[in-house]
């Protein structure tokens, strides 16, 4: 994905709008020091949204919105076990009220919980 540029065809955005949704993307992050890794994961995000190559291609669709920069971030801090159920659930929920993925993700693979 490096060196591929980010934007799509406003067609693409329009098809994957969806509307009277109040999320636009879902994803986590996990692993030794949760708050450390978020905190990387939505700085390399913001960074990816101000032209920078970074390694984080989610969530792209979301820096081509007019008002991109107003966008606000929330998070809820758990174990991975919590995180991954919490992920499955929330997509889920979403799908079941939408029929869809948020606008800006583009994929969603269920993740596998450790019993």
Not at 60 to 76: D, E, I, K, P, V
Not at 81 to 105: I, M
Request: glycine letters at 10%; aromatic letters at 10%.
């Amino acid at each position: 994905l490096r060196g591929q540029g980010p934007t799509v065809p406003i067609e693409t955005l329009q098809e994957k709008w969806v509307n009277d949704a109040c999320v636009l993307y879902i994803g986590h992050a996990h692993g030794p020091g949760v708050r450390h890794r978020l905190h990387q994961r939505i700085k390399r995000m913001i960074r990816f949204g101000t032209g920078k190559q970074v390694a984080h291609w989610g969530g792209r669709y979301l820096w081509q919105m007019s008002g991109a920069t107003a966008l606000r971030f929330a998070w809820l801090a758990t174990d991975k076990r919590e995180s991954d159920k919490l992920f499955n659930r929330v997509h889920r929920a979403f799908d079941e009220r939408y029929g869809a993925l948020p606008f800006a993700n583009l994929e969603v693979e269920e993740q596998e919980i450790e019993e």
